[in-house]
């Protein structure tokens, strides 16, 4: 029989009911707002990392290397006297903008060997030099002493996390429509022609290398916002915002929700930090042994993340 897809007017319903569900965890977890925040913010930080991964097929493990300045950015401006939210935001996409743009002409031209070793060698670099000018990044002790204006003039970050999560909340599902947008757009399917076969792209003319560059530049943007969010909220910028492991950490993320999937990186951001979050609450001093076993046995299981298996589920009962 044929399987069962979901019809395509059914979908705006489908993702309407999706972040529906995301703004009623404020009342469903009122103790958990600044994880529910953090999803948010990594959800957006893994949707990202998918652009340039997942659809535009640049292999890149130092995307937090964008993170990393869009919350210095955001964080610098706060301490130095101006702590609007929103011009933190858009300092933040500006400046990553720029750096991804730039180094996308290292990145585009080079194998996926060479990328690899670029991403990781910037986001190294980047660490040590947030690490050297101690002075004004704080070093390894973290940029401290940011102090946001409230939201609008009128809501005030609050130590119970609900300004927090709700400007999290807007912010994201903006940023992720605009990437919605992107992706379904023209520019969009080229991406994912370039990503299934470059040179067949190259033959019928399409301008691959500007693309892929475009694309790398409005990934590192989305990047840097995510990152900016994350110090507005928690009103602190560690050294690990900008390093390898933060990157590690992302893709993991990114692989868990699945890869060239609009919704991955917010399926996998929820998976990981709620399972996360449970395993370190069960077993405090073993939390990331059990978080292995789980990372092995959701590979294992499931081909294509989260939405491959939803998917593989809907095409099984549709063949019943």
């Known amino acids: 029989m044929k399987a069962l897809t979901i019809p395509r007017d059914w979908l705006p319903w489908v993702e309407a009911l999706f972040w529906l569900a995301l703004a009623c965890s404020f009342f469903l977890m009122p103790d958990k707002l600044t994880l529910l925040s953090q999803i948010l913010i990594f959800g957006l930080f893994a949707v990202s990392l998918d652009m340039a991964l997942g659809y535009a097929g640049i292999l890149t493990v130092g995307h937090a290397a964008f993170f990393g300045m869009g919350a210095y950015a955001a964080g610098l401006l706060a301490r130095h006297g101006w702590a609007e939210p929103f011009s933190g935001l858009l300092l933040a996409l500006i400046v990553c903008a720029l750096l991804g743009y730039l180094l996308s002409y290292l990145v585009v031209r080079g194998a996926d060997l060479t990328r690899l070793m ?4 910037v986001c190294v ?3 040590e030099l947030a690490n050297r000018l101690g002075g004004i990044t704080g070093g390894t002790d973290g940029l401290q002493g940011i102090e946001m204006r409230p939201v609008f003039g009128r ?7 609900r ?3 709700f400007y999290s909340f807007g912010v994201v599902l903006a940023m992720f429509l605009v990437v919605r947008r992107v992706l ?8 994912r022609g370039i990503h299934d076969s470059r040179k ?7 301008p691959v290398e500007a693309r892929l560059r475009l694309a790398y530049c409005f990934s590192a943007a989305v990047a840097g916002v995510a990152g900016a969010l994350l110090a507005q909220t928690t009103q602190f910028v560690g050294i690990e915002s900008i390093g390898f492991n933060r990157s590690a950490e992302i893709l993991i993320i990114l692989v868990l929700g699945g890869t060239g999937r609009l919704y991955g990186g917010m399926a996998g951001a929820i998976v990981y930090m709620l399972v996360h979050d449970v395993f370190a609450d069960i077993d405090p001093q073993f ?4 978080l292995g076993i789980f990372l092995i046995a959701a590979v294992m299981l499931g081909r294509g993340g989260i939405m491959g298996m939803l998917s593989r ?5 549709g063949a019943k």
């Open 313 to 317: 589920l809907v095409a099984t009962r």
């Open 184 to 191: 379904h757009s023209p520019f969009g399917l080229a991406l």
């Open 118 to 121: 670029i991403t990781i060698g």
């Open 155 to 161: 809501f005030a970050f609050d130590l119970w996390g």
């Open 125 to 127: 670099l980047l660490a």
């Open 163 to 165: 300004t927090a999560f």
């Open 287 to 290: 939390w990331m042994f059990w």
């Open 200 to 206: 067949r792209m190259l033959a019928i003319g399409s």
